[in-house]
């Protein structure tokens, strides 16, 4: 079983920046995939960025150029630096890891984040 915890929801105005961390803990496949997920209200939840143990990157089209993901793979952790943030990134955000072929999917508890305008 593997546990995620999130840090670094909040406010914070249109243009302005934002970093998410997400620290995984427990029995952790070496190979595995690591990202971040969004749903805002009314809305499917929806991939924002992942990035697997090899440190191959994957963004949505509407973050590419303003979020980057990172990842420390001897702490667990992701990363998600969010800059020129816009009131559609209005979301809650949650932290996955997935185990490839064996179809395993963790999740965070997810952190709100608010772009105002």
């Known amino acids: 079983q593997v546990h995620l915890v999130e840090s670094g929801g909040g406010l914070v105005q249109a243009g302005g920046s934002l970093g998410l961390s997400c620290a995984a803990s427990?029995?952790?496949?070496?190979?595995?995939?690591m990202g971040w997920h969004r749903q805002a209200p009314g809305k499917r939840r929806e991939l924002v960025a992942r990035i697997t143990s090899g440190g191959v990157t994957n963004y949505a089209d509407s973050v590419k150029g303003r979020f980057t993901i990172s990842r420390d793979s001897a702490k667990n952790t992701v990363y998600l630096q969010m800059n020129s943030l816009k009131p559609e990134d209005t979301a809650v955000y949650y932290c996955n890891l997935n185990v490839p072929h064996y179809a395993i999917d963790y999740w965070g508890q997810g952190s709100q984040v608010t772009v105002s305008s």
């Open positions: 427990g029995s952790i496949v070496s190979t595995n995939v």
